[in-house]
């Protein structure tokens, strides 16, 4: 079992930062590729990207170029970082790691970019 808890949410005007963490307990040594995904109102679930073991990276097109995913394995803590922040990425963002094709998710931390 692994449990992933996010935090560094909160309320931000458009064009700011922010950075997002999720820190990883329990059985963290099977995790290979952690991600962030995000829930718009209204909206499905979004993939944001993700992070495998060898620190390459993949991001959705509309936050290529604007946020940032690192991961440090000894911490076992992942992080989001997000600049030039835009009304619509405003969302919950939820942390989730693979463990041997088993999925794990985060409880979810609100986002608010106001314009």
């Known amino acids: 079992q692994v449990q992933l808890l996010e935090s560094g949410g909160g309320l931000v005007q458009a064009g700011d930062s922010l950075r997002l963490s999720c820190s990883a307990s329990?059985?963290?040594?099977?995790?290979?590729?952690m991600g962030w995904y995000r829930r718009a109102p209204g909206k499905d679930h979004e993939w944001v990207g993700f992070i495998i073991d060898s620190g390459t990276t993949r991001y959705a097109g509309s936050v290529k170029g604007r946020f940032t995913i690192s991961r440090d394995n000894v911490r076992n803590t992942m992080w989001l970082q997000m600049d030039s922040l835009k009304p619509e990425d405003t969302a919950v963002y939820y942390c989730n790691a693979d463990c041997h094709s088993a999925q794990y998710w985060g409880q979810g931390i609100q986002v608010t970019v106001s314009s």
């Open positions: 329990g059985e963290t040594g099977c995790i290979s590729s």
